[in-house]
Structure formats: structure tokens, C-alpha cells
């Protein structure tokens, strides 16, 4: 699971317990300039990932960690879909971050206010 907190002008993403393992990252800090917006999306589990590198990816367990598609780069963090945000991003290493939250709502609300 994820920590989202807005940190004065960035946007800054804890990775907790085992998952920095799977992940392979503890933490993630972004410029909150070059976050585009954020939405929950529980279906976005469906979706195809790409090439793993570096990761972890078993299916309806765990997606975390880098995967490269269309040459973009996403970072997940997922392991209960009905929990999952997508935070959009630009000018950055990867072009969205996908992440399991404790709840969702309040997740995406801390980063559009943020963004206004």
C-alpha cells in the first residue's frame, strides 16, 4: 500500500512494508506542477501492464514496481484493485503512477485541491 502526502510544493508517495520490496522503491516525490490529476479506478487492474523491468507481477495478487508500454513507463503499487488511484503525471521518469490507497476518495481529493 501507498501514503500520499502533499508536502509543500510536491506530491510525495510512500511505498509501505513488503510492497517497497516487490516495488523495488521506497518512496517517490514529485513536483506537484507536473501532476496532471488523479482519479480512483478500480478497473484499471484489467488493464494491460507491459514489460516488467524492475518488478513483481502475479496475477490477482500483486502488480508493483516498473513496466514499460508504448514506450512509456508506469510505476504500480497494486494489490487490491477496488483501491487503486491513478495519479497522472508530465515532464517526469513515469507518465502516470498507479497505487492501492487506504481510501481512495480521500486520495484523489488531497491531490486535486492540492492542484487548485
Known sequence: ???????????????????????????????????????????????PKGIRAPGSHV?????AGTFHQHGEKVFWNVRDASKAVVVELTG??????????DNPRAAVALIENALT
Do not use: C, H
Open 59 to 63: 496475477p490477482g495478487v500483486i502488480t
Open 92 to 101: 517526469e521518469k513515469y507518465a502516470r503512477l498507479v497505487l492501492q490507497v
Open 1 to 47: 500500500m501507498a501514503l500520499i502526502r502533499v508536502e509543500g510544493d510536491n506530491l510525495v508517495v510512500v511505498i509501505e512494508g513488503l510492497d517497497k520490496l516487490w516495488s523495488f522503491k521506497g518512496s517517490l516525490t514529485v513536483p506537484l506542477a507536473n501532476v496532471r490529476g488523479a482519479t480512483a479506478d478500480p478497473g484499471i487492474s484489467t488493464d
